[in-house]
Structures are given as structure tokens and as C-alpha cells.
């Protein structure tokens, strides 16, 4: 492996965890400047509104973070060329999770709870669902691409986190159509739920893609 390799792979895992952690940490932070806003209840979307005085932070934090993920779906790249189309199928999740829950919903905000559909509101709900739909089955590709690399850990942990992704996107689901009261109905506690597994999940690839890139000869 060239050494410019090397080092971009290290560095597009660190910043994989950064951007995790960000991704945790800046919703907390800048939500207290939102008033009436509830972590349990609102999604995170709702911080990038026209409405929220907070929405300039917030989309920036996005497109920040798409680049981020990425650069680490280019690092997976790198790091897994023996595993063939399911190395590059990975590879291309990241880039896909980074492209459109990252930068596309900082680029196109959500609208407001109860405002009119509009266009940039529309792309943000797809350009969502397409990103989020590339992570919530990345764990599965991964079992195929460590089956081939030999890391049964990481096999092991991949398989327990697209188990539990289900069963909480199944619960977000519900959850965005209930109309009452109760844990069923905090839409932005199991957003955090399924962002937590996931988050796990991505900060352990990233550990695997440094080691394998300080490893590489």
C-alpha cells in the first residue's frame, strides 16, 4: 500500500469518529439555544428548519459531516481491496450515508412541523432516506467483507448491530405514526436509539480500517 494511502486511511477513520461523535455532541450543544425544542420528542432535523434559530449551525454540522463519512467510505476503499465487490458495495454506503444524510440534509433543510411540503424539504426527506437506508444494511454487507478478511470480532459485532438496527428502525416506524403519548411516540429518543447502534458500529470499522492501514505493507 502507497504511504499517501496509508495515511489518508488513518486519517478518514479518526475523522469517521469524530464525525460520530459530533454527530452526539452538537445537537446537545446547540439545542439549548432552541427554545421549546426536546431532544426526546424532536428529530434532529428540526434544528436545521427555517424556523430554528440555530439552523445555520446545525446545516453546516451536516455538510461537515457528509464530507467526513465520506472520506471514510473512500478509506474503506483502500484498506479492503481483497474483498471484492462486497468491500467496494461497503465502500460505496459510506459515500452514500455521507452524500445524503449528511451533506444533502444540510443542503436542503426540513420543513417546518406542519408547514407546507416544499422542494427542499422534499429532497431532504429523500436524500435522508436514501442515506440512512445505506447505513442500516451496511452491517450486513460487512459480514461478507470480514468474513474474507478474517475478523471475527468485527463479524460478530456487525451482526448484532443490523439485528438491533431493525428491530429500532421497526420502533421509529411505529413511533412516527403514533399520534399519542407514551415512549412510543418520542420520534427523537429512537432517532438518537438507532443513531447510538449504528455509531458503534461505524467507530469499530474505523478502528479496523486504521489497523489494517498502520498494518499494510
Known sequence: MAHWAKVFAIVSAVGAVLACAGDVVVPLVIGRSYPGYSHLRDVMSALGTRESPV???????????????MAFGMGVAIVFPSAGDAGRVLACQFLVFG??????AGLFPMDPVGAPTTLTGWLHGLTGTVGFTALGFAPLVTLWVVSRAG??????????????GLVVFAV????????????LSWAGLW???FLAVYYVYVAAMAVEVARRAACAE
Open 151 to 164: 475478523t471475527p470480532w468485527l463479524w460478530w459485532l456487525a451482526a448484532v448491530v443490523q439485528g438491533l
Open 55 to 69: 439552523a445555520r449551525w446545525m446545516n453546516l454540522w451536516w455538510v461537515v459531516f457528509g464530507v467526513l463519512m
Open 99 to 104: 452524500l445524503g444524510a449528511g451533506i444533502g
Open 191 to 193: 432517532q438518537r436509539v
Open 172 to 183: 421509529i416506524v411505529v413511533s412516527g405514526h403514533s399520534r399519542g403519548e407514551g415512549v
